[in-house]
């Protein structure tokens, strides 16, 4: 291992990597050494792509393909050291609008899928007695918010499901944890934007006064995955500028 290459040798799983943060992810793991499995449902033409990553093209909520994925990276590389659990939906609808539909893809996807896919990880790296999960939750699963109750209660759920993981895994090599992003310049926020007055409500109240960038959660990333973070197991690594404070 070196300092310009501090996870040379690593094997990480991205699922989510087609958008603004898992790209920023796969990039960040990339130019950190470690080789890269970049999934989404729909991965980046070819010309797009980041040379010596592999891509796959994936559903999250296709559990046996899930596994499939699992087992066939350990096969053509001898291992998995970590698996990024990044791939997310937000469906923006006030309680009394929101459908049963609409409820439980925003369930399959960002809970049910996150869980599936780190027990087939798990499932891998406890026969070699290693391996970090992270899961990307969010802010809204630790404070609530308007209009997206879905999906801050399947944020909420996915903090607490890695707490749990954590503590069954732990004795078993792996270690669990979680990222709460707050407000992240993505296409996901771009509701904020649409309102100059409520953008900049919510500046006001972000102590940082900007929005996150991808990088600042794929730098989260990485460290939970590195040596740095050895002793980090069970813990949500909240990255939003404060918002949550107030």
Not at 31 to 39: L, S
Not at 188 to 208: C, G, H, I, L, N
Not at 217 to 238: F, P, R
Request: overall charge negative; charged content about 20%.
């Amino acid at each position: 291992m070196t300092h310009d290459a501090p996870l040379h040798g690593r094997v990480v799983v991205v699922t989510g990597a087609g958008g603004s943060i898992g790209a920023a992810a796969v990039q960040g793991f990339e130019e950190r050494g470690a080789t890269v499995f970049a999934v989404d449902r729909d991965v980046p033409q070819e010309n797009d792509r980041r040379a010596g990553v592999e891509y796959r093209t994936l559903d999250i909520t296709d559990h046996r393909a899930v596994d499939d994925l699992a087992v066939e990276v350990v096969r053509e590389n001898g291992r998995l050291d970590g698996w990024i659990n990044n791939a997310g939906v937000l469906v923006r609808a006030t309680a009394l609008e929101l459908t049963p539909e609409a409820w439980d893809r925003t369930m399959d996807v960002n809970l049910k899928g996150a869980f599936f896919a780190a027990q087939a990880a798990a499932r891998q790296m406890i026969q070699a007695g290693r391996g970090v999960i992270v899961n990307v939750a969010s802010y809204a699963g630790l404070k609530a918010r308007p209009n997206c109750a879905d999906y801050a209660s399947s944020k909420a759920a996915l903090i607490h499901l890695t707490s749990c993981l954590a503590v069954e895994w732990g004795p078993l090599g792996l270690r669990v944890n979680a990222i709460a992003p707050g407000y992240v310049d993505t296409p996901m926020s771009a509701w904020m934007r649409e309102s100059p007055e409520v953008f900049a409500q919510y500046m006001d109240r972000t102590p940082s006064r900007r929005l996150g960038e991808p990088l600042d959660i794929a730098q989260a990333m990485a460290y939970l995955v590195g040596d740095e973070s050895a002793y980090v197991n069970g813990h949500t690594l909240v990255v939003d500028g404060g918002i949550s404070l107030t």
